[in-house]
């Protein structure tokens, strides 16, 4: 069988070999920084807490207004972040 027949006359198929190997192709995917998928800790601006519907809840059952239910939120991410409060595990 003769060897199959080049879609170029001028280029021989023994001159693809002498042709340097392609490099790795490109990745399809740009890579970012990753994504953030942390929940916000209720804070809209700083210094302003907002509570969930369910604090809103508590602080009612608890028979406290929805003020001092957000100092005590506060005053425990404060505790929590100097170690001073753990969570049983």
């Not at 192709?25 to 969930?52: D, F, N, W």
């Not at 059952?61 to 425990?76: C, M, N, P, T, W």
């Given at each position: ?6 879609p ?29 998928r ?34 005590g ?17």
């Amino acid at each position: 069988m003769p060897p199959p027949a080049s879609p170029d006359p001028a280029m021989p198929l023994t001159a693809a070999a002498n042709m340097p190997a392609p490099g790795p192709a490109p990745s399809p995917m740009r890579r970012g920084p990753p994504v953030s998928r942390t929940v916000p800790s209720g804070a809209v601006r700083p210094g302003e807490i907002k509570l969930s519907p369910a604090e809103r809840e508590a602080a009612r059952i608890a028979g406290v207004s929805d003020v001092e239910y957000a100092r005590g939120k506060v005053r425990l991410m404060e505790e929590k972040a100097r170690g001073r409060y753990m969570e049983p595990s």
